[in-house]
């Protein structure tokens, strides 16, 4: 008996163990992976996730002042019935809660410095970094003066701000489920604030107008020289975006004013080449910052087409409006598009648009009366500064000992006490150097370098969204982009009276260079000496001579990120390098120029076009090169045939755009590198520049290789490309049968998800176009180290619109993702699918009241009730 | 009927149904206690089954099959009507590093709801033995 007492003990007390064991084993979180049990097993995490939201849904809200009616479409676009404006935007706080809480979580998180909250110190310098950037405080400055103006539209604007974060925070009190990023990452969303919808105005700044460039610029100038440096970062072929400011001339672009400086001295050379190595160890080092990295390389992304055609190109005789924003894809992706309506009777407010998730008015989009689309201006909003510092409290301004002055952050630490930081300022903005080890020199120990950049103000662009959202007419809509301070944008309007514009819109900064060194471009293109008070920002461009054409002869206006205005504009506005070369906006204004009576029809296949220009204008210097070799072997004949009947459309199931991409690539490296490297130049000239030479000078002495006793002339290179590129793609594709060697095989869309976690990505994906095609893919070059290798473009077309000003309800939208930032949701990249095959979606414009939202349509409805719960 | 009568009179009426009961009580407490968040209950859920059994390795089986086949039915049934096997998909994906491999990870879940039935159908039926050599030690 007691024998066998015993045995049972023994076992159950083994048994028992093992049980201990898996219990602690399931409920304590390995690394990045949360505790098992709560995440996997039956019962909670995982399981609880819904795929899709419920089909009816009721809630009682006892903040709204009357019902809210929410049909969900079949692409799970809300659209929103309320009697008040307030009530509105808290239902659309609730969606957008529903539908993107992670994004909208880790976006402010990301903008506030608030990630070492949820990850834990391993973000800390990223925090840091953010708050360095001001984001926060400027966010801040901006709520509090808003909250505190006496402006009657500023307080509708807060209220409605305000009645937007209880939508969002009577979601996250009430939901049933966390997104799977959430389980994953085992924290839970913290209540929403007014601070975090306004913070994402500056964290769009941050993406569209922070800029290093002007140290690319310094070393670019410094490895050169400054004639080298006219000659091959000109802009040429430019078609300026507004058209009432004389035609574009080459020797009149923004690179003109440099060409009057005198030859460099070389003790001003010694000072160039001085302050080059100190910017460049510092961007080397800034790159090592995460996150900072991801938003140099973003910057490559940064596109846009807009253009509208008026009374006699369209078919119509009203006008179309189109718009599609480039930037780096994310999943989800940044825009959600809703449907927003005021049923009271003495209200017409009717807004379709593309808002970002956190924000309750839309970015662009249109209502009954205009519509309106946006495209980066390039805008140069951000200089740099450099400063002898005395100690680590002061450094010299215009003489003076002056002391910094700081602003103190406690940031939130996951698992630990928060940790204190103070961002130090100087009279300009920022000191970016404490981030980085490599600037001091001996004797310059407490030298520092700051910026001063236009998110460093209290600013009012949530005015000018809720404005243009209520605009009926030209008037409403500039006086609404008066608020518009960044980021600065070019936009393109157009009504149902029949009027288009284009309006570039944004504050932006005029310096005093009245006492910079004469090698100093001014103008904010290089870095200025702070402590000599170079630089100094004294005014803005008023917004009244900001560029605009209204109604031109010709009919049509286009933006695609190329320079704003012509020659006769006064004012500086843009960074060279920051104009985009121009292949887009060339092919657009081509195609517009050359048609008429335009459809609906006939935007879709502009806005999806992928005919290369520039394969256009490169191809027949090609061809004639090989045509004159003597003895072709079969390679070349091969890739030849291609190109003899190859309509310059870059289709990812076809070989010879793959051919030619990878043969201007090469031509480019093998034209400029030799010299490039050789001269230390962080940048290659652009495709444009090479088409200029190719066509106008076939022996420049870019053309020449260094490396080798003879002399090459552009024929030479040419041919080499050429041999390299049919090398390199029959070593890649492993056949030299050329017709195997599709274009998508190698040119491939790829969306990360948020997160960087690969398993909720999608793709790679073939895809038509290259960076250059109306339809863009943007990515990282495909012959890299002398191989090919495969291109994952991650950026592109982020939204697609087209406005039918004759029937609104002709209007049609597009995004590559979905409305839905649940993993497992059917409109997660329901649109992405979409987007991909070229389709777009109705928009439902026309269901202006609740009664007119067909049964049909509705794929889900939440009725709001105001009332206790 | 004094108390230890009455216990008596119960563990011989499940005695007589043991063969059946123990697996139904599991299945049906393991398959309640799966729309709960406390997955812990599962263990529980086989310690009641096991409770039917003097033998621990039939309060083993019973509890594996148990909670088991409960798992099953609720992974079943979820993966049939929702997307929750997209979910492990990408889940296998973050853990592993390969997407196409939900369903190891479903099997995976599957056999750790058999383990830990088997570890509580075992206790249960262990703290069984215990207490009915406890009664035999007292009666004697």
Redesign the interface.
Known sequence: ?VR??TK??I??ST??V??IA??IA?SIPFGI?PPL??F?????G??????DVVSRDTITAPSLSADVTVFRDEWGVPHIYGESEEDIVFALGYIHAQDRLFQMDMARRVTRGLLSEVVGEDALETDKFSLNKLKDYWAQQTLDEMEASSDPIDQIIYQEILAYSEGVNYYIKNMKFLP?EYL?LNFKPAVWGPIDTLSFIKYMSEDLSWSYEDLTHLKIYESLGLDAYLELFDLPYQIPITVDYGEYNSSLSPLAAFRNLKEITQTQQSVIHELSNIFSFFISDIEKIPGEKKLIEDNEFVGSNNWVIGENKSESSLPILCNDMHLGHDLPGIWYEAHLVNTDPLSDFNVYGFFLAGVPFPVVGHNEYIGWGFTNTGFDVIDWYYYNGINESHYWYKGVETAYTFIEYEIPVKNQDPVIFNVKNTVHGPVMTDFVDSTGRSGHEYDVIACKWIAHNVSYESRALYGWAHAKNRDDFNDASRYFYTPAQNTVYADIHGDIGIRPTGKVPIRDDSNIPSWHFGNGSLPYNGSAGNGEWIDYVPFDFLPTSENPDQNFLVSANQISAGPDYPYHLQHPLDINRGYRARRINNLIASGEDFTVEDMKSIQLDVYSLKAGNFTPYLVDVVNSISSRDTLQQSALDLLLDWDFIMDKEEATPAIFYLWIEIFQEETFNDEMRDMGCPNTPSHTVLEVLTKTNETSIWFDDINTPQTEIRDDIILRSFNMALQGLEDYFGTDDVSQWQWGEINTKYIPHLTG????AYGPVGVDGTEDTVNPVYRKDIWSNDEVVLSRGSGGASERMIIDFNNLNNSLSIIPSGERGI????HYVDQLEMFLRGEYHVQYFSADTVEKFQEKWIESRIYFKSGEN | MNVKETFSQILSFLDKRASYMGFVFCFIFALIFVFTPLWQLSILASFIGGLFYNKMSKGALIGLAGVASAWIIYIVIEILSTQAYVLFDQVGGIILGLTGYGWVFILVLILIGAILGTLGGSFGSGVRMLIETKQEKTSE
Do not use: R
């Open positions: 008996m066998k007492l049972t003990i076992q159950m048994v028992l093992f049980i898996l219990l399931f992976i049990g709560k996997l097993f039956p019962g909670g995982l399981w609880d996730i819904p795929e799977l994953f976690l690969s398993a909720l993993t497992n949701s059917k």
